[in-house]
């Protein structure tokens, strides 16, 4: 029969003996509709996929409101990332974008030999898109925006948003990855995809690894002009995609029930965190939208991340250049952000 919880499981990738709020993992797990759809089709994996690949292809462009040659699938949105970061350095090598932000892309182009601009943080530590377009000149190549940010949880208004990419994608072209989007209070009302329906020289990038919780299955996407996605996509879908994977990613998408009520758990989740940052008195970054809080806990990351090990909770481990002090921390089941509160008011007390 179905099974009906995700643990206990066999393998480390699920259980490591310590809660894991650690990579933004979403803790609830898949629709069980998608677990179940996968069920039925785990005798079917002797062909490729491509004709799957087109059938989710259609059902993401109409649901984004884009044409199915603007969509790219692949397994996770990381390839899409780096793919991207080595499109940088063949189409002019220049790439801007904030500091304290998702590293796929800038650390990828970096790596690549890209040039990096990374803007500061605005005062209230969104992203500044007035000083990021301020940097923007005829020689970028493109401007990466993460919305809502990792690590920051941060939105930048959608309106905003819109007009900076209207106006900055005349200069270069505008990166935008939504992959946290569907856990924003305001989702669908913050969605870009417009963008590229309307023609902008825009990417939008999603994934399922977050409010679908398959990160462990891979499958993401983006949206882009047809001519790069016909280049581009042709590359980074060579092989074809996970084929369980587009099976779940289609039933998911269909189990609206499931999203609305994921959301509602993550937000519960999250204003746990931020109530105990308040409590503690310890600085954060304002109006989280992700399933993660970033805070200031007034000690180096490392130090931070060692001692709640020590309580048994597993948190980010890793740092953002200039914030030191400041650690992120994803929300995990019911059980599991209550272990952490409990874990950070003996760590910071
Ligand atoms: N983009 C952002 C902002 C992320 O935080 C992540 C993962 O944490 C990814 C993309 C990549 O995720 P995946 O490859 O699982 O789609």
Known sequence: GMPTEHFPSATPNVNDGLVRLSSNENAFGPSKKAAKAMQSELLNLARYTDATVDVLAKKIAKQEGVLPEQVVITNGSSPILFGYADWITKNGNKLVTSMATYEGIPRGAEFMGADVTYVPLAADMTFDLDAIEAAVTEDTTAVYVCNPNNPTGSMVDAA??????????????????????????????????????????????????????????????????????????????????????????????????????????????????????????????????????????????????????????????????????????????????????????????
């Open 160 to 349: 905003k948003l819109t007009a900076f990419a209207k106006r900055v994608s005349k200069k270069a072209q505008v990166f935008i990855d939504e992959a946290y989007i569907e856990m924003s209070d305001a989702y669908p009302a913050n969605v870009q995809s417009k963008l590229v329906a309307e023609g902008h020289n825009v990417v939008i990038c999603r994934t399922f690894s977050k409010i679908h919780a398959m990160a462990g299955q891979r499958l993401g996407y983006a949206i882009m002009p047809a001519e790069q996605a016909t280049s581009m996509g042709r590359l980074l879908r060579m092989g074809g995609v996970n084929y369980l994977a587009l099976v779940a990613g289609m039933a998911s998408m269909d189990d609206h029930e499931n999203l609305n009520v994921m959301r509602k758990r993550i937000k519960i989740e999250r204003d746990k965190l931020i109530g105990a940052a308040e409590a503690l008195g310890q600085p954060y970054a304002k109006h989280p939208q992700g399933n993660f809080v970033y805070l200031d806990t007034g000690m180096p990351h490392d130090k931070f991340a060692e001692k709640m090990k020590a309580q048994g909770i597993k948190v980010v481990g890793r740092t953002w250049p200039g914030y030191d002090t400041w650690s992120r921390i994803s929300v995990g089941t019911p059980a599991e952000t209550d272990a952490c509160v409990k874990a950070l008011k003996v760590v910071l007390a």
